[in-house]
T-cell receptor, first 107, second 118 residues
Framework: SQQGEEDPQALSIQEGENATMNCSYK?????LQWYRQNSGRGLVHLILIRSNEREKHSGRLRVTLDTSKKSSSLLITASRAADTASYFC???????FGGGTRLMVKP | GAVVSQHPSWVICKSGTSVKIECRSLDFQATTMFWYRQFPKQSLMLMAT?????????EQGVEKDKFLINHASLTLSTLTVTSAHPEDSSFYIC??????????????FGPGTRLTVL
């Protein structure tokens, strides 16, 4: 089983629109991280939210965490073409994780 | 924040040669590091868990003699792809945690190494 599965698997939007991605996990965690990966590149750390936090902002990013539902969401506001990438969540020390959400932002 | 580096960032080698990839935790000690490989447009696949001072733990299906892991210090783990073949071409990523790989640890990922075997 995988700790952290993203939904949807793919998302295509127009520039300027908001993009919402969701992540679910199975076990108790102390924190959850969101990463971005551009095609063929490494993982870039976006934001970390701790289990005692419900919401966190960083620039155009907004992350929520619901520990009762074991889920998190990542909202990218006013999306740009440069936001096109795959987005992964990593819950705690997740050793395997899902395929991520592939976001495409059309100019 | 914690930083994990990898070297080299990309390497091209001939079939049959061996390639060593380094993973370093730059500002923290990591008793446990993880090695992943990623095929194009796919998720990361855990290959092995590298433990400082002891043998690595390999995931099912990963050849121990093919992918040699050495965790010689608390800040360095190396992955050596021995007798590389074109099918070993992939993106290799390491990660390190600050709490010895516990279930609530925070993992920090390296930037990855792209290996191309000709």
């Amino acid at each position: 089983s995988q700790q952290g599965e993203e939904d949807p698997q793919a998302l295509s939007i127009q520039e300027g629109e908001n993009a919402t991605m969701n992540c679910s996990y199975k076990t108790s965690i102390n924190n959850l991280q969101w990463y971005r990966q551009n095609s063929g590149r490494g993982l870039v750390h976006l934001i970390l939210i701790r289990s005692n936090e419900r919401e966190k902002h960083s620039g155009r990013l907004r992350v929520t965490l619901d520990t009762s539902k074991k889920s998190s969401s990542l909202l990218i506001t006013a999306s740009r073409a440069a936001d096109t990438a795959s987005y992964f969540c990593i819950a705690g020390n997740m050793l395997t994780f899902g395929g991520g959400t592939r976001l495409m932002v059309k100019p | 924040g914690a930083v994990v580096s990898q070297h080299p960032s990309w390497v091209i080698c001939k079939s049959g040669t061996s390639v060593k990839i380094e993973c370093r935790s730059l500002d923290f000690q990591a008793t446990t590091m993880f090695w992943y490989r990623q095929f194009p447009k796919q998720s990361l696949m855990l290959m092995a868990t590298s433990n400082e001072g002891s043998k690595a733990t390999y995931e099912q299906g990963v050849e121990k003699d093919k992918f040699l892991i050495n965790h010689a210090s608390l800040t360095l783990s190396t992955l050596t792809v021995t007798s590389a073949h074109p099918e070993d071409s992939s993106f290799y990523i390491c990660s390190a945690g600050t709490s010895g790989g516990s279930s609530t640890d925070t993992q920090y990922f390296g930037p990855g190494t792209r290996l191309t075997v000709l």
